[in-house]
């Protein structure tokens, strides 16, 4: 049996119950955190673009599934911003351990402002107002603090992937 393919569902679930269940309930300045963009944001900054764009859309297909707005908001959103940190990620050097996580705050406060801004554009009003800059920010604080965890699971997640595809490359 392969538990390296069982893993990424499980890291998926579990951030989404802790998205539904815990923190939905956690609100500072009116604003809750979003752990699903962190999962996109940590697997581009571990796996890279392809692994990005591939943990974005599945946390956000997921995670569309109990929101009111439009299916694949969210999945286009987080997979949009999966890739792009993978590619900024593959550029620079990983030589210190801030990087990841001032990378994390940066991606989720573009995350939550490209989401607001794509959301306008299909027809979801009301989401642009001075109050996202505070969302933005909440999420950023939020996310980049607990990093350094979302980190360690998805290195956990995916390391045995990464090892066998090479073996079959």
């Known amino acids: 049996m392969n538990n390296a393919r069982a893993k990424v569902p499980l890291i998926l679930l579990t951030f ?70 993978g590619n900024i990620q593959g550029g620079v050097l990983r030589a210190a351990w801030w990087i990841p996580v001032v990378t994390t705050f940066v991606a989720s406060v573009a995350g939550v402002l490209l989401y607001a801004l794509t959301a306008t554009v299909v027809g979801q009003p009301g989401l642009v107002t001075p109050h ?24 956990w997640a995916i390391a045995d992937i990464e090892r066998a595809e090479r073996a079959y490359a």
């Open 132 to 155: 996202l800059f505070v969302v933005a920010a909440v999420v950023g604080v939020f996310n980049a603090v607990v990093s350094p965890f979302a980190l360690r699971l998805v290195r």
């Open 16 to 85: 989404l119950v802790v998205e539904l269940t815990v923190l939905d309930h956690l609100r500072v300045f009116g604003a809750g955190p979003d752990v699903m963009l962190l999962l996109a944001v940590v697997a581009g900054i571990v796996g890279g673009p392809r692994v990005g764009a591939l943990f974005g859309f599945a946390a956000g297909i997921v995670l569309d599934l109990f929101l009111e707005t439009p299916m694949g908001l969210s999945a286009l959103v987080f997979c949009i911003v999966g890739y792009a940190v």
